[in-house]
């Protein structure tokens, strides 16, 4: 055996999974810096559509970001 004892393969066959494949694949999000906290992360668009919809994950204030009908091609926003 050659491999070091301390080297945990998780991966089964060692091959990486396709593009796109997960539970969060192909589901819209913006990304949002919280400067209460100084963080950064994800927010997804809610099952109507019709927002994005998340929480700092530090200190849990929320941000929605509504969906207008001429929208924009930003990705990354501040909440203050």
Do not use: Q
Request: glycine share 12%; charged share 20%.
């Amino acid at each position: 055996m050659s491999d070091p004892d301390y080297i945990l393969d998780l991966g089964g066959s060692g091959e990486k999974p396709p593009p796109g494949d997960g539970a969060a694949a192909g589901r819209p999000f913006i990304s949002v810096h919280f400067e209460c906290c100084n963080v950064y992360t994800r927010v997804y668009r809610n099952a109507a559509g019709t927002a994005y919809v998340g929480w700092c994950p530090r200190c849990a204030r929320e941000v929605t970001a509504l969906i207008g009908p001429d929208g924009t091609t930003a990705r990354t926003f501040r909440a203050r």
